[in-house]
């Protein structure tokens, strides 16, 4: 990897680990459906803008209905679920959850997609889930249902996170590739298409929420245009690039970025058993996505 990956990875999980904190905002105030379908609409349209400004025909080359499944599995769903769980857990918790990407992805792979995983790579998929538990049994949210609920959705969005990456090299990077603008913005025409019966239900069924509230709309801005539009170009940027599973990585950057942004402007604390937990979900991060170290020549020539 170059420089400007670093550069990359680093930006996309600062921007990434404050979209927990904007959800945890919105999320309690409109709705866990109204939260994710407006967040990828405005991720949606800040694409558009950038598109139109920047000039970009729209060839997707046969590759648009892949680009919207894509963006069911890597926007709609996970976006969903995260709404979900930002009406119980704080904005730190999701975000170390969200570090389990890599373990996701390294199950996915080796059941879906015949990746291997050595032994140090199934230790850190073992040591993520004991950090999980320590994360839901001794932080200061109380173990409760809702809780719990809270706790699997963040896990049902990075199990989409990883399966995702897969697919965009199987379907878009494989097939010869497409420019990552396409790429993002036909992903998010796919989760918002996903999205709106759901969005047309909850407004029409659901209590009215007060839509009246400036601070929630400005999350909401903020999380549709910063952490899905920008942050998606540079993503998909970056899998082209870099590969899938590098590109995974950046879920090892966000936690330090949402515990930070969630204790500036939130006030959230952290308690020990939370962050002995967290370390050993970092760790197990690093244990799957950092590279084996080479064999020596000499070795290999005995």
């Given amino acids: 990897m170059r420089a400007p990956d670093y550069a990359r990875l680093l930006f996309l999980a600062a921007i990434w680990g404050a979209s927990f904190l904007f959800m ?5 105030a409109f709705g866990s459906i109204n939260t994710a379908f407006l967040r990828v609409l405005f991720g949606l349209t800040g694409l ?7 000039r970009a025909p729209l060839i997707f080359q046969g590759k648009l209905k892949p680009a919207m499944v894509l963006g069911i599995i890597n926007s709609g769903i996970p976006f969903l679920m995260y709404a979900i769980a930002a009406l119980w857990l704080p904005a730190g918790y999701s975000a170390i959850l969200n570090a389990t990407t890599p373990l996701m992805g390294a199950l996915i792979g080796f059941s879906c997609f015949n990746e291997q995983l050595s032994g140090r790579k199934w230790l850190g998929v073992m040591l993520g889930f004991l950090g999980i538990t320590l994360i839901t049994t001794t932080g200061d949210v109380a173990v409760s249902e809702t809780m719990i609920i809270g706790v699997i959705a963040c896990l049902i969005a ?4 990883g399966c ?4 965009t090299r199987r379907w878009i990077t494989e097939r010869g590739g497409l420019d990552a603008r396409l790429v993002a913005f036909g992903s998010q025409l796919g989760a918002c298409l996903f999205l709106l019966p759901f969005f047309g239900y909850s407004v029409t069924a659901s209590p009215v929420a007060d839509w009246a509230m400036p601070e929630v709309w400005a999350s909401l801005l903020a999380v549709g245009f910063i952490c899905t539009a920008l942050a998606y170009l540079i993503y998909f940027r970056l899998i082209a690039d870099i590969g899938p599973l590098r590109s995974l990585t950046v879920t090892f950057l966000i936690p330090p970025f949402g515990i930070l942004w969630g204790y500036l402007i939130l006030g959230e604390t952290l308690t020990e058993g939370f962050v002995v ?3 050993i979900v970092c760790l197990s991060v690093w244990l799957v996505v950092s590279p084996a170290r080479a064999v020596p020549r000499q070795v290999l020539d005995k």
């Fill in 24 to 28: 945890r905002i919105a999320a309690p």
């Fill in 48 to 54: 558009a803008v950038i598109l139109l400004l920047m």
């Fill in 158 to 161: 990075t199990a989409c996170y």
């Fill in 164 to 167: 995702a990456g897969f697919l």
């Fill in 277 to 279: 937990g967290g370390a």
